[in-house]
């Protein structure tokens, strides 16, 4: 069992950063792959990126490529999503999840076995 806190989230001005955290409890969370996704109002949830239990192996969606940055630090169970050049399309909640024995980050949300609660994140145009 892992379960997943994020935090981080808040309201920025375009063009500004953000950085989200996802902390994992449970001693085993160094085998998960981690990813991130987000939901606008309205729309689907979307793949935003995702890591693999070493952290070597990254994965993102073409909307953020060359602007957010997936790690991860398995001493302290906690994944982080750094989040550059923000645009007001990037307002949503933002979910962390995890996928058991996963050594790369899937990108479909039935790949993953637990979630968290999500953070917002708001970006003022």
């Known amino acids: 069992q892992v379960q997943l806190l994020e935090s981080g989230g808040g309201l920025v001005q375009a063009g500004g950063s953000l950085r989200l955290s996802c902390v994992a409890s449970g001693r085993t969370f160094s085998i998960y792959a981690v990813g991130w996704f987000r939901q606008a109002p309205g729309k689907e949830r979307e793949f935003v990126a995702a890591v693999g239990w070493s952290g070597s192996r990254t994965s993102y969606g073409d909307s953020v490529k060359g602007r957010f940055t997936i790690s991860r630090d398995n001493v302290k169970n906690t994944v982080y999503l750094q989040m550059n050049s923000l645009k007001a399309e990037d307002t949503a909640v933002y979910y962390c999840?995890?996928?058991?024995?996963?050594?790369?980050?899937?990108?479909?949300?039935?790949?993953?076995?637990?979630w968290g609660q999500g953070t917002q994140v708001t970006v003022s145009s």
């Open positions: 999840a995890a996928a058991w024995g996963k050594p790369w980050g899937p990108a479909g949300e039935v790949d993953y076995d637990y």
